[in-house]
């Protein structure tokens, strides 16, 4: 039988994070692609701006 890993990411006092998901055209195909990212939620706007 399979074990589950569960990681978890939040602890008290420590910093939070979200996933960040963004669709990326490839310039080659033209086809999307996604690409995920780890950040803290401090940042999650400036790294949607980009």
Same mark, same amino acid.
């Given at each position: 039988?399979? /074990?589950k890993?569960?990681?978890t990411l /939040?602890?008290?006092g420590g910093v939070?994070?979200?996933k960040v998901i963004k669709?990326?055209?490839s310039e080659k195909t033209g086809a999307?692609?996604?690409r995920e990212e780890m950040v803290p939620t401090t940042e999650?706007?400036?790294t949607l701006a980009k």
């Amino acid at each position: 039988m399979a /074990k589950k890993v569960v990681a978890t990411l /939040k602890k008290e006092g420590g910093v939070t994070y979200a996933k960040v998901i963004k669709a990326v055209k490839s310039e080659k195909t033209g086809a999307y692609t996604f690409r995920e990212e780890m950040v803290p939620t401090t940042e999650v706007k400036d790294t949607l701006a980009k």
